[in-house]
């Protein structure tokens, strides 16, 4: 069995970790671009979301390398990814690749008989490696998490911007060649290294960014046009509010352990949206209050075309900007591949952000309020 | 004074006014429903609403800002889930939020969530809460409306049932007998259906053609429910399970001349509901299908020319096509 998964931004260095720990021959797909998008597209219903259709365009990729089943996670709630999987089996199928295996694991309370037979699948006899290998792939994506988080700290700070931009391209190629947790956690390790060694002007005190939105535009780089690196390149230092790390813990541990996930999301989405509806329409808004309430000066909030849930948080979150302060720039990302525009859109958002911060008191938000589009350059 | 309440109506209007109706009337409170869909109705939807929403959200916001100054109240229910385990559609759970975040000098809003999802006994306990809401406090006479008012939704139901059209059981229009020379299956959400500007007439348009509709709120739920056992994987939206449902129904019969799906354009129950619908259509069943996607424009000239397109073909296959093949056995049939 030669087991493929779509890509998700960062997901692929645990769940490779993870199937190697097990021992199940594994193949990363290739890295999702414009052709993935357009071969996706191009056997995927019109108005789908975007996910669905890189997805596609993912397995196709793998197939064509020699995969034959592929893992995907799904659900039950009220957004359309619970219903990908039946449907991109049967989309595959009418592609022409028959006897491909793709398998669910749907979460445990819709049949756990389901669920054990989708793990042993999977496991192929092997599932007692399960639990720890899980619980490696766990640490490895805290420490992927700890890694990106130093990037945003040094990208705005780098002289050399260009050096750290190698940096984390030498990583993913190496990622590929890599086995199993323990040498993933030695070659993150050895990255951070390198990244702290990068010259740093540690004068500079940039403006602060979170990205909130929907889970998949905002943690696949493919999708929202790379814009952690945009940002941070403009001199921004930004903060991812969805990680794979905060999905896993959220979404598997928590429940699983019989507590309850993105507590302190619900707890500050309440007056705005005081109940699930589904996707992560209230921990975006939970996560622009708490972002806030830290004393980021903007937010970027992302989110496929049609996207159900995000639709309902994007109308909301107007409020949030009043009630907190608080600039928000809403991009809708599709299947458009053009850089300008959206660049633009950045730039703009940013000199905006830069301006209206006042010099002498970085930390001082209340006063941006009343400053106005004049009140001098940036820097 | 009787309370004044205000209801927009769109998204599930022609599903659950004549509970609703009842109940609040029999409650002691003024029911104000908003007129019927017009171009101002929609160019202030479209102002107020955010760019990237469908259009029935949008619709329903334009009807939202008409009801403002007329009315004490508006009743927007949060309308999480309908059935067990089933949700409606993400739209539907925020639809309080994006109101009330978007239309401005809006009178208060009751937005009780009604949430069916582990039983059925929420419900009374959301018309309890709504009516506390509203001030109305004597138990006794919550409870008598609400037996009323479930009284009146079967009623309704009957009536529909029987092949009248709910905008029509609405406005207590009886049905009338039409010349039908076709019947044809038209697949939708109840908000489009029956909002006859958003949809540019559709129904009237079939009928003068000589089409007798079916569409899914005629259809039993049962038969529904039944039919959506076959989908590979449970389908927890309960408005895609009518599309589905509905859809399987009227490819089956041979009764049936054609399938006509009518869509939002961005409607994500749509954009999966209908790709499976395509798929069974054309895969399994020999039934001429078209879905017409409709949007904020209003211009009907090329709406008119698919309609027309598509009773060619049925007329066509009607007349001209011979039903026996060289096995002995009936190629268009299903």
């Known amino acids: ?379 | 004074m009787a309370v004044k309440v205000g209801i927009p109506r769109g998204m599930y209007f022609y599903k659950y006014y004549p509970f609703i109706k009842t109940f609040l009337t029999e409650l002691g409170a003024e029911v104000v429903p908003s007129p019927e869909t017009t171009r101002e109705i929609l160019d202030k939807g479209v102002l107020y609403c955010i760019d990237d929403a469908c259009l029935p959200v949008k619709v329903f916001h334009g009807h939202a800002y008409t009801l403002r100054d007329k009315v004490d109240f508006i009743l927007i229910p949060r309308l999480t889930s309908i059935s067990k385990s089933e949700y409606i559609c993400p739209k539907f759970g925020g639809l309080p939020e994006m109101v009330k975040y978007s239309v401005p000098d809006l009178p208060p809003l009751v937005d009780t969530e009604i949430n069916l999802i582990k039983n059925q006994k929420g419900l009374a306990k959301a018309l309890y809460k709504m009516a506390f809401l509203l001030k109305f406090k004597n138990p006794l006479l919550i409870g008598r409306s609400i037996n009323t008012a479930i009284r009146a939704h079967n009623n309704f139901m009957a009536a529909v049932h029987e092949g009248n059209t709910p905008d029509c059981v609405i406005a207590s229009v009886p049905r009338r007998q039409y010349k039908s020379k076709i019947r044809i299956g038209l697949v939708g959400h109840p908000y489009l259906l029956y909002d006859n500007f958003t949809n540019m007439d559709l129904i009237k348009k079939l009928r003068s053609r000589g089409a007798e509709i079916t569409t899914p709120d005629m259809i039993d739920p049962h038969i529904i429910n039944e039919l959506c056992m076959e989908l590979p994987k449970r389908m927890f939206w309960s408005s895609g399970k009518s599309l589905i449902g509905s859809a399987l129904f009227i490819m089956d019969r041979r009764s049936f001349d054609g399938l006509l799906l009518l869509s939002a354009f961005g409607c994500g129950v749509d954009s999966l509901a209908g790709e499976y619908i395509e798929k069974q259509a054309r895969m399994y069943y020999k039934k001429p299908y078209m879905v017409l996607n409709i949007d904020e424009h209003t211009g009907d000239a090329s709406f008119n020319t698919r309609i027309e397109a598509f009773f060619d073909l049925l007329n066509r296959r009607n007349s001209d096509a011979a039903n026996l093949s060289a096995h002995g056995r009936s190629i268009y049939s299903s």
């Open chain 1, 1 to 379: 069995m030669q087991l493929t998964y779509p890509h998700m931004g960062e997901a692929y260095i645990a769940v490779k970790s993870l199937l190697d720990d097990v021992g199940v021959k594994s193949i990363i797909p290739a890295f999702t671009t414009s052709s993935t998008l357009k071969l996706g597209s191009s056997i995927s219903p019109e108005t789908i979301c975007l996910p669905y259709k890189i997805m596609l365009g993912n397995y196709i990729n793998s197939i064509k390398a020699g995969a034959d089943s592929i893992l995907i996670t799904g659900s039950c709630g009220p957004c359309r990814f619970g219903y990908y999987g039946p449907l991109q089996r049967q989309a595959l199928r009418d592609a022409g690749y028959k006897d491909i295996d793709i398998i669910i694991l749907d979460p445990p309370r819709e049949g756990y008989k389901k669920f054990y037979e989708a793990l042993k699948k999977v496991a192929g006899g092997q599932h007692s490696k399960i639990l720890p290998a899980f619980m490696n792939a766990y640490k490895v994506c805290c420490e992927v998490d700890s890694l990106n988080e130093l990037v945003y700290f040094i990208r705005p700070r780098a002289v050399n911007k260009a050096k750290i931009r190698t940096i984390v391209n030498e990583f993913k190629k190496n990622v590929i060649n890599t086995k199993g947790s323990v040498q993933m956690l030695e070659l993150i390790n050895e990255t951070k290294n390198l990244i702290r060694k990068i010259d740093i002007d540690n004068s500079l005190n940039p403006i602060r960014i979170g990205i909130i939105g929907e889970i998949y535009t905002v943690i696949e780089p493919f999708t929202n046009l790379n814009a952690e690196e945009r940002l941070g390149e403009l001199g921004a230092e930004v903060h991812r509010s969805l990680t794979v790390r905060d999905w896993v813990r959220n979404t598997v541990i928590l429940p699983a352990t019989g507590r309850k996930g993105f507590k302190l999301e619900k707890k500050l989405s309440r007056p705005y949206l005081p109940t699930l509806i589904g996707g992560h329409s209230q921990e975006c808004i939970g996560h622009a209050v708490h972002y806030a309430n830290l004393g980021y000066d903007g937010l970027v909030q992302i989110y496929p075309m049609t996207c159900m849930p995000e639709i309902v948080s994007r109308s909301i979150l107007p409020q949030v900007e009043k009630d907190y302060g608080i600039p928000i720039l809403y991009l809708i990302v599709d299947e458009h591949t053009g850089e300008a525009g959206y660049q633009t859109r950045l730039e703009a958002f940013v000199d905006y952000i830069e301006n209206n911060k006042p010099a002498s008191c970085p930390q001082a938000r209340n006063g941006r309020k009343h400053a106005t589009f004049n009140t001098g350059l940036p820097h």
